[in-house]
């Protein structure tokens, strides 16, 4: 085992000490419709646990093998996957919003023996995704669909005795993430990958079990595995779960997170929330008066259900300075977290009391960090690093440095206090304003199969949903000249877009496709001579466009120059 992580800061480790030490301790909170919760303590965690990983003992499959967990979060999402883990096996979390090919693709990649199915919105289009055959056990919550059901398998089967543990260096859980090429890739992390990268975070954000936090971006990210289940595990902070979009803020309010982490585009929405009750003019001109600034700050935080917070973080994107400004302002200071799936999401963080807007601060304790000198690409070093992509050696060792340092893909300059500042991507992958990933060229493959498509190029890093920027043929160029032409091919773009967005995940889909008049050239410095798009170049004529484009809600635009 890594000898940098102890034994009993393990996961499992961790699930016994709680069932010793705090049996009675609710932790849980889940919405379970009409306004009303059901509360877990340890003992019913573990109880459930138990049955359900006796229950998959007793199928037979080998040790290691791969289990599928897809379904929004929820109690029962963390209890199966701790179940998994108990029975000697793997997790394989798939994100609740995949289209069924790419259920498909990580299904049949992983070689998953059983899939638990719990709540989800859109399971009719996902199933055909799920191989026939696959084992099914249907979480509480789920949607009516085959399996058996996990409330009948806990009734029925004895728990599991003892305390079965796992080594640290054991592989635990194998996360897919979209690679550039479209075809995801398996990240492999271990029980100690996790426990390290989880023991870095406690040392800035200081939570215990009186913490309490808000579980509702995907469980089958890093993030939310590193900062809610692993801060569960090591620490016993309640942990309340989120119901729909529509309950959200009260959702929020209910918990009252002493701990919240969110993508920018969230933090955007609660301050356009905020605005859109009380003018911008006005909350300044409040908060410049001593005597009323602190009533007004309450009263914005707790509206938001903020008001408790005391560790607030934003990541998975740049978060704009002048937004961190304006929660300062509040009384709220948001730290800029920065990592990635193949490194636990650890990486660097801005600290505590101490923003550094525009930056993503500094790396954790035990976090190496580096600048490749020729092409300024981010490299870390720590416990924290995947022990590689799952099947793909190849993709591995490039990943890795020649020294072992693991390639981000992101380039990065220092500022004089040794901050870290993103300044963009190495390749063409980039993330959308909710922190996805897109990959560009396999969407691009499809968009030039229509006749009139010359060229392409999908972008919007930070928006959020890519778009496309389309180059018209000469013949469809000269045809829409005409106003009737013009409106048979916009219809016929939006028809093709339309047909493409149904393939593709969600974060992936394009808001609209803009046709250019303007030819790509290798003159004008778009295309090069083996006529390739040059990404940077667009970005550099185009993107001051990009959000009025978007507002719009066009699907197809004309950019006439």
């Known amino acids: 085992m890594d000898q940098t992580v102890p034994a009993d800061a393990l996961a499992l480790q961790r699930l016994y000490h709680w069932e010793r030490t705090a049996p009675d301790r609710v932790v849980l909170t889940q919405p379970v419709g009409g306004g009303n919760v059901r509360d877990f303590t340890w003992r019913e965690i573990v109880d459930e646990t138990r049955r359900m990983a006796a229950y998959l003992q007793g199928l037979g499959f080998e040790p290691g093998a791969r289990v599928g967990i897809l379904a929004k979060n929820s109690a029962h999402w963390l209890i199966a996957d701790f179940a998994i883990w108990m029975a000697g096996y793997v997790s394989v979390p798939l994100y609740p ?40 056990v249907r979480l509480p919550l ?23 543990v796992r080594d640290g260096n054991e592989l635990a859980t194998i996360m897919y993430t979209s690679g550039t090429t479209g075809m995801p890739k398996g990240v ?10 989880f023991a870095a975070v406690q040392k800035r954000l200081g939570s215990d079990h009186r913490s309490r936090i808000l579980s509702y971006l995907p469980l089958s990210h890093v993030a939310e595995r590193t900062i809610v289940e692993h801060c569960l595990l090591a620490t016993s902070l309640h942990v309340y779960f989120a119901d729909s979009l529509e309950t959200f803020a009260d959702d929020l309010r209910r918990a009252r997170p002493t701990v919240f982490f969110s993508v920018p585009r969230l933090w955007v929405k609660f301050q356009q ?3 859109a009750k009380m003018p911008a003019q006005k909350l300044d001109r409040l908060l410049s008066i001593p005597i009323v600034n602190r009533v007004i700050r309450k009263k914005v935080l707790g509206a938001l259900g903020l008001d408790q917070c005391q560790f607030a973080a934003g990541g998975a994107a740049p978060m704009p300075p002048d937004l961190l400004r304006w929660y300062a302002r ?5 730290i800029e977290v920065y990592g990635m799936t193949e490194n636990c999401g650890v990486s660097h963080s801005t600290l505590p009391g101490k923003q550094r807007p525009g930056t993503v601060g500094y790396p954790y304790d035990g976090v190496q960090s580096r600048l490749d000198p020729d092409t300024d690409e ?27 340092w693991l390639r981000t893909g992101d380039k990065g300059v220092l500022d004089a206090e040794g901050g870290l500042r993103i300044s963009g991507r190495v390749k063409d992958i980039f993330k959308t304003g909710k922190g996805k990933y897109v990959a560009p060229a396999p969407i691009e493959d499809k968009l030039v199969m229509h006749t009139a498509v010359e060229a392409c190029c999908v972008t919007g890093a930070n928006l959020g949903q890519p778009l496309a920027l389309v180059m018209l043929n000469m013949e469809a160029a000269r045809r829409a000249i005409d106003a009737a032409e013009r409106q048979a091919l916009e ?31 290798v003159e004008s410095g778009l295309i090069t001579p083996t006529f390739k798009v040059r990404r940077n170049r667009i970005e550099d004529v185009y993107a001051a466009h990009y959000e009025r484009w978007v507002v ?6 004309w950019h006439e120059n």
């Open 552 to 557: 719009g809600r066009r699907k197809v635009v």
């Open 330 to 334: 509040l009384g709220l200071n948001v």
């Open 378 to 404: 981010i490299q870390v070093k720590s416990p924290g690093n995947m022990l590689g992509y799952y099947k793909e050696p190849e993709q591995t060792r490039n990943t890795f440095t020649a020294d072992g």
């Open 491 to 521: 219809a016929s773009l939006a028809s093709h877009l339309e047909s493409i967005n149904a393939l593709l995940d969600p974060h992936e889909r394009l808001d609209c496709l803009v046709v250019v008049s303007q030819p790509w050239t």
């Open 142 to 164: 789920s949607p009516a669909t085959e399996g058996v059901a996990w409330d009948d398998v806990v009734a029925r089967t004895q728990p599991l005795q003892g305390e079965p």
């Open 97 to 136: 919003t995949l289209a069924a090919g790419t259920v498909r693709q990580i299904l049949d990649h992983s070689e998953a023996r059983l899939l638990f199915v719990g709540k989800l919105d859109g399971w009719g289009e996902m199933k055909p995704g799920v191989p026939e055959g696959l084992p099914i």
């Open 273 to 275: 929330g905020v605005l």
């Open 188 to 197: 492999m992390h271990s029980f100690a990958t996790f426990a390290w990268s």
